[in-house]
């Protein structure tokens, strides 16, 4: 079930605004890069010893934690990739009653419920070409992530996707960080994988979600009447959706930032 905390949101652009003034070289890391992974043994290439083909073992020493990449920015918070020390805040979150009634998070349902939380689901994550999950970041003024969003069930032939907001720190909430986190996303979605439009569905008592959907564009196209169990009763679920050019009417309007490749944050 996909449905949004806090701020969740989804926009689309074009293509041509997103190649700032970096000689035409697209402010977006490539897709690939954004997909490094530790290679399980079983799957490492054969090396030739004397003729014969071996596949390499494990290290006796584990392999150094990947260093995070940061994908997007505005001012005071930044999209980055997962890395596999994030799996315990995905365990802490997803114990969270209150995460689980308003957003029903079906990531977390799936590290905990399909995969047992088990250290495998971070490669199943970034091995899987029908979606991108990202960790939300303060800039300053919080010690650990703020929340986990996601695009998933991709279709690059059809030019959608799904959108999947967590903003798990209460503190945060109604201070912007779903707003901007699912901006910054869709946007990615647009640059990146070519999508024209992005859906979201969200239970009919989460007026968070609600307003923020709203705020960003998009449009409520639909009830699913009485589809989700919740506190004892059914309760409908709304369906929204953003097309490319409404998310590009929010974009003109907006002022946050799309780092180059490799670029520093701006904490300003």
Not at 83 to 105: C, H, I, N
Request: overall charge positive; charged content about 25%.
């Amino acid at each position: 079930m996909m449905a949004l905390s806090d701020a969740s949101s989804a926009m689309p652009g074009g293509s041509g605004e997103r190649r700032r003034a970096t000689g035409g070289r697209s402010a977006w890391p490539p897709r690939d890069s954004l997909r490094r992974r530790i290679v399980p043994a079983e799957r490492r290439p054969p090396v030739k010893v004397r003729g014969r083909s071996l596949v390499v073992g494990p290290s006796s020493a584990p392999a150094p934690e990947p260093e995070p990449m940061v994908v997007a920015r505005s001012r005071f918070m930044y999209l980055r990739t997962l890395v596999p020390s994030d799996l315990a805040y995905l365990a802490e979150w997803a114990d969270d009653p209150t995460l689980e009634r308003m957003v029903g998070s079906e990531l977390l349902h799936s590290f905990t419920h399909v995969y047992d939380r088990d250290p495998s689901f971070y490669d199943a994550l970034l091995a899987d070409p029908t979606q991108v999950v990202f960790m939300i970041e303060a800039v300053k003024g919080w010690s650990k992530p703020v929340g986990v969003i996601r695009l998933f069930n991709i279709h690059l032939l059809e030019g959608y996707a799904y959108i999947e907001t967590i903003v798990a720190d209460p503190r945060a909430l109604k201070r912007g960080f779903g707003v901007q986190a699912c901006r910054l996303i869709s946007y990615y979605g647009v640059d990146v994988l070519g999508l024209r439009r992005i859906e979201a569905k969200v239970y009919e008592y989460n007026v968070l979600s609600i307003n923020t959907l709203k705020r960003n564009g998009c449009v409520q196209e639909g009830v699913l009447r009485k589809a989700a169990f919740k506190d004892g009763r059914y309760w409908d679920v709304l369906v929204f959706g953003v097309l490319r050019e409404e998310i590009e009417a929010v974009r003109r309007r907006d002022k946050y930032l799309l780092p180059p490749a490799g670029g520093p944050l701006d904490a300003s």
